[in-house]
């Protein structure tokens, strides 16, 4: 059987042409995964704005707080996805209050579960440092605290508005879990932007 010159010509640029893809598309998925094996410290960093305790002393008059956050990789990685929502990623950040009432600084750990590709909840827990009241030191237009440091809860509704940026629906509160005496804890709510690196 002959092959006329035409077909074997478009045969060969076919063929050729092919490779040429592949070999672009190996060289994109070789530069990934390499990209990807490249251990990475930062894993997004969040600010926004919340109101500060709004149903108690500190917030009757609408006071609020400038927020940040910077939430590092985690330490290792599960190979399924379910696994690895119980890995959590540590964290760092602090609420500045406009009003100079109650400001602090804390770190913890974060859960994020996916509940869709574009919508997450996340959860978090740890510590946090407070210029606040304490028992010892009576300020009129600030909660009593107990003590510093306390323990901080948060949990957070997020949407994804790109791979990189996310918006998010935030609580937050710190209390003494019982340790200190007069202890009245603080809530916060807020929105806060996420940029993922």
Request: aromatic fraction near 8%; proline fraction near 7%; hydrophobic fraction near 35%.
């Given at each position: 059987m002959?092959?006329?010159?035409?077909?074997?010509?478009?045969?060969?640029?076919?063929?050729?042409?092919?490779?040429?893809?592949?070999?672009?598309d190996f060289k994109r998925q070789a530069a990934s995964s390499q990209a990807r094996s490249q251990p990475s410290l930062l894993s997004e960093f969040r600010f926004g704005l919340s109101a500060q305790d709004p149903w108690g002393t500190e917030g009757?008059?609408?006071s609020a707080?400038?927020?940040?956050?910077?939430?590092?990789?985690?330490?290792?990685?599960?190979?399924?996805?379910?696994?690895?929502?119980?890995?959590?990623?540590?964290?760092?950040g602090g609420s500045l209050n406009f009003d100079g009432r109650t400001s602090f600084a804390y770190a913890g750990l974060s859960w994020t579960i996916d509940v869709t590709p574009d919508i997450f909840v996340e959860g978090s827990f740890g510590g946090a440092v407070h210029?606040?009241?304490?028992?010892?030191?009576?300020?009129?237009?600030?909660?009593t605290l107990g003590c510093?440091?306390?323990?901080?809860?948060?949990?957070?509704?997020?949407?994804?508005?790109s791979a990189n940026w996310s918006v998010l629906a935030t609580i937050e509160h710190l209390s003494d879990g019982g340790t200190c005496s007069e202890s009245q804890g603080l809530t916060n709510i807020g929105a806060r932007v996420g940029y993922s690196f």
């Open positions: 002959r092959i006329s010159p035409a077909i074997g010509l478009s045969l060969l640029i076919l063929t050729v042409g092919s490779s040429g893809v592949l070999g672009s009757r008059d609408g707080n400038l927020t940040g956050e910077i939430l590092f990789a985690k330490p290792f990685t599960a190979s399924d996805l379910f696994t690895s929502y119980f890995i959590p990623r540590p964290h760092v210029n606040g009241k304490d028992s010892s030191h009576p300020l009129s237009d600030r909660k510093s440091p306390l323990f901080r809860e948060s949990g957070s509704v997020g949407v994804r508005l």
